[in-house]
Nanobody, 119 residues
């Protein structure tokens, strides 16, 4: 229903910044919200930040004030600006889109991009 492709991951030192991008294509359903999740080794996947079509945002507590999610509806792209990165931010970051399928919300996922923060 929607193809999501992430980019922008990599290796950065603690205190540095990275910007993740997620481009949505092959869109056949309405996208209601987009967001970023992350999964660190041995941990469950967790929501990092989300943004609705209207621009409302939400953040996981540990990233508030450091990460900013934004969205370009015209380009069907969502961004995650990550500043003041910490080793604890090391994880695979997944782009997520919540799409409307016959009135039900369905999650679509990208393949992920690795972010490694060295101390």
């Amino acid at each position: 229903q929607v193809q999501l492709v992430e980019s922008g991951g990599g290796l950065v030192q603690a205190g540095g910044s990275l910007r993740l991008s997620c481009a949505a294509s092959r869109i056949t359903l309405r996208i209601n919200a987009m967001g970023w999740y992350r999964q660190a080794p041995g941990k469950q996947r967790e929501l990092v930040a989300a943004i609705t079509t209207g621009g409302s945002t939400s953040y996981e507590d540990s990233v508030k004030g450091r990460f900013t999610i934004s969205r370009d509806n015209g380009k069907n792209t969502v961004y995650l600006q990550m500043n003041s990165l910490e080793p604890e931010d090391t994880a695979v970051y997944y782009c997520n889109a919540v799409v409307d399928f016959l009135g039900r919300d369905i999650d679509q996922w990208g393949k992920g991009t690795l972010v490694t923060v060295s101390s």
